[in-house]
């Protein structure tokens, strides 16, 4: 379920029909200037296997969760992975997505608080990247949610800047302080270079600085 040079994990539950294992795969998120051949971190990508055979990307089955409930059992599923993953090996910096739904549940945030809590001394080598998928400034609390977790040494990341609800309108009304800000790739469309491009980066740049 994961390329063999990253980091793997995986639990299973026996459904009554089929076995559904979840795992994730590691993507290096690196530095493209080159500053550093090291990656920054690894993002954990979900995947669930059925029955030994049918690999589900997170597409398959995320957006139902967010759509009929059950998003935050994922989160807390998939930072335990992280977690074991990071105690296992001390060398490798890691990442995992965080729903809006489980950030504004506020028994499911008390969750992620406590799996975090007990083991504070990996939190400098984890990275919480907070999905685009409902606005953030309409969740309360979540400036004050998310400080806490930082508290306790992690680092807090935006994915898909500048698409869908991860939009400056969106983020600029919430009062949340970001480690890191990945911009979404789709504001790279078309031609790679010329001005359009660069004027395109350099005010994303500018938005996520703010």
Known sequence: MTHPSTPCASSSVDGGLAVVRLGFTAEPIVDISGASETPLYSECLARMMVADSAVLKGGDFIEDLETYGGIELLDAAILDLVLDALADDPGVALGCNISPRTLSDATAWKSVLRRVD?????????????????????????????????????????????????????????????????????????????????????????????
């Not at 990341?157 to 609800?165: E, K, P």
């Not at 800000?181 to 938005?207: E, M, W, Y």
């Open 118 to 210: 007990e083991r504070q001394w990996l939190a400098s080598r984890l990275t919480l990247e907070m999905t685009e998928t409902c606005p953030l400034n309409e969740i309360p609390h979540a400036g004050s949610r998310l400080a806490e977790l930082r508290r306790l040494g992690c680092r807090i990341a935006i994915d898909d800047f500048g698409a869908g609800y991860a939009s400056p309108q969106y983020l600029q009304q919430a009062d949340i302080e970001w480690d890191v800000v990945k911009i979404d790739r789709s504001c790279f469309a078309g031609p790679q270079d010329g001005p359009s491009v660069r004027n395109t980066l350099h005010s994303l740049v500018l938005q996520a600085s703010c």
